[in-house]
Each structure stands twice: as structure tokens, then as C-alpha cells.
């Protein structure tokens, strides 16, 4: 039994899954690690949250966040137990019934499914804010750099320096122009393998709420952007377009100026996942996050005709490579 599995094993014996079972669960692109507790007698189930501090995870920015969630009447899981010194927490169990697999057995649901997700951003909006950090422009612009100095670099060998510095420039001057005003909680991962369908619940408390714990204050547009413009499955221009009007019926936010922050964060996003998952391929041995790639850059694509971005579109489509197949063989290979 390795170290950490003695000490998960410590903070269990002391709850009612000290008998359990133990069975992993996927991933995601973190460090962290998930096993799923089924105690042999009453057949009741928790997650293990495995989170190593020495990888730079903390549980405590979760636990802060889920229990803000659950104060505002959303679904987030309850915290049974919590080492915070070694990294590990016991949760309630949501279930397996996330969004992208119910879409998956039920495509009729999609409608349904999404008017719920909007409505919780919708509520989570309207909620008191947490005192968080800000995603600002010029955290933004960093992470979107991650484009030049990750996808780019790792294709390439090298990226134009000159290049990124102008987009740098530019585009903290876009986002300070086109993203100002109120901020919000937003969770930043905010898509269908995130939310988990619980339809024995009522209202919001239908869309279980899971990966929030990067959660930062930004501008409303950018959650329902992370949730429409999802790298791992295709939305429809329709629902697209229907979720963005709700959301903005709901609110009563101005129209023109909520599009044009959806499409400049969609731009900020787009850019930085291509970074990050590149980072992922060559720097951490997880090739498989390669295949998403062209998912990402179709979005990309599709923000930049916005006129907002017109001072940025030419110079990006020049400086980052297309995601060929050839390309794409370059990032896995590393």
C-alpha cells in the first residue's frame, strides 16, 4: 500500500465507509485522483477526492467553493470528510449520469438538459458573490499566450516573439474594452462532463455541479461560453443560440455587448486550452488530450470573425499553425 493510500485509508476508518469497497473513477486533467466508496452492508457510495499538495492541489479552495454553492441552494456535493493537510476529501456521490453520456442515450434530453444548465448561471449570477480572485484581462492574456508558448512552440520548435507580444498587447486592450463591468462567480470548466443529471431532484438542484474549484470573479458570458462552446461534444448552432437568448432574457443584460464578450472570452479560451492541451502532451505524457485540438481551433476560428477581434484575427491565423494532422502527430510524439 503506497503512502497515500495509507493515509486515505486513516481519514475513512473514521467515517461509514471504513468497510467500503474501493473502485477508481475517471480523471481529469489535473493531478488529482477519484475513487468511488461502496459499503458492502447498506450499498451507499462516496467519492475519494485524492488531491497531493506537493502537485499543487488544494482541497481547500473545493471545499470553499462547494459549500458557497450549496448556501445558494445548487448542487454541489456535500463534504462528509477532510484531511487538508495531506489532500484528501470524502464526497457525496452525484452519480454517473453526466450530461454527455444521458445526451449520448437520450439526444431528445439536449433541449432540456441546457435550459437547465443556463438557468443555474442564471440563478448563480443573481447569487451574493464570493470573495475571489479576479480572472482579469492581463491573467487572461497570459493564459491565452499559452497559444504561442505551447501549441505553437511544441509544432514548431519556436514561436514569433514579435508576434506575441502584439497580441499581448491587443488583446489585453480587447478584453479591457469589451469585458468590463459587473463580476460574477464563475466556475472556468463549466460544460457537459462536468454537470451530472439528477432528475429525482427539483429545479436547479437538477444539475449536480462538479470541477469548480479554479473557480475566480469574471464576467457573466464566460461560463455559459465554457458550456456552449464545449471542446468535447458539439452543440448545436441552435441550442447555442437559443441558451445565449435565454440567458439574456433572463437577466435583462444588454444584448449586443453580451454577444461581443461572449465571442471575445470564447477567443481567451479557445486560446488557452490550445496551450494547455498541448502542455498536456509534451510536457505531462497525456497525448490523448491532442485528439481535442481541432475542436478547439474550430472555435477559435468561428470567434475571430467577430469585429471585436479584428485586431487580433489576421496575426493569430498567421503566427499559430493549423492543426493538421501532421502538426497534431508533432504534439503526440513528444
Avoid at 479584428?310 to 493549423?322: C, F
Amino acid at each position: 500500500m503506497t503512502n497515500r493510500a495509507v493515509l486515505a485509508e486513516a481519514l475513512i476508518a473514521q467515517t461509514p465507509w471504513a468497510k467500503a469497497t474501493h473502485a477508481p473513477l475517471a480523471g481529469d486533467a489535473s493531478n488529482r485522483r477519484y475513487e468511488r466508496l461502496t459499503d458492502p452492508v447498506s450499498g451507499r457510495t462516496a467519492v475519494l477526492m485524492d488531491a497531493p499538495p506537493d502537485k499543487n492541489e488544494d482541497i481547500n479552495a473545493f471545499v470553499r467553493m462547494a459549500e458557497y454553492l450549496r448556501s445558494i441552494g445548487l448542487s454541489a456535493p456535500e463534504i462528509y470528510a477532510e484531511d487538508s493537510e495531506y489532500g484528501f476529501l470524502l464526497l457525496e456521490d452525484l452519480g454517473d449520469a453526466l450530461f454527455a453520456r444521458v445526451l449520448e442515450q437520450d439526444p431528445g434530453a439536449e433541449r432540456m438538459l441546457y435550459d437547465a444548465a443556463t438557468d443555474v448561471l442564471v440563478h448563480l449570477h443573481a447569487a451574493p458573490v464570493l470573495s475571489l480572485d479576479s480572472y482579469d484581462p492581463a491573467l487572461m492574456t497570459e493564459y491565452a499566450a499559452l497559444s504561442f508558448t505551447k501549441y505553437t512552440q511544441g509544432i514548431l520548435g519556436t514561436h514569433d516573439t514579435d508576434a506575441r507580444a502584439r497580441f499581448e498587447l491587443r488583446f489585453a486592450d480587447i478584453l479591457h474594452r469589451e469585458t468590463d463591468g459587473p463580476r460574477v462567480v464563475v466556475q472556468r470548466d463549466y460544460h457537459a462532463e462536468n454537470l451530472i443529471w439528477l432528475p429525482d431532484r427539483e429545479g436547479l438542484a437538477r444539475v449536480g455541479l462538479l470541477d469548480f474549484q479554479t473557480a475566480m470573479l469574471c464576467h457573466p458570458a464566460y461560463d455559459l461560453m465554457s458550456l456552449l462552446q464545449d471542446v468535447r461534444r458539439s452543440v448545436p448552432a441552435g441550442i447555442e443560440m437559443r441558451m445565449i437568448d435565454r440567458y439574456i432574457k433572463a437577466t435583462g443584460v444588454d444584448g449586443h455587448d453580451f454577444r461581443t464578450a461572449y465571442a471575445v472570452l470564447g477567443a481567451q479560451r479557445n486560446l488557452r486550452i490550445l496551450g494547455g492541451f498541448a502542455r498536456l502532451a509534451t510536457d505531462y505524457g497525456k497525448p490523448q488530450y491532442v485528439s481535442l485540438i481541432p475542436a478547439v481551433w474550430g472555435h477559435l476560428m468561428r470567434d475571430l470573425e467577430h469585429p471585436a477581434l479584428v485586431p487580433v484575427a489576421d496575426l493569430l491565423r498567421a503566427a499559430l499553425p493549423e492543426p493538421t494532422p501532421e502538426n497534431l502527430a508533432r504534439l503526440r510524439s513528444q
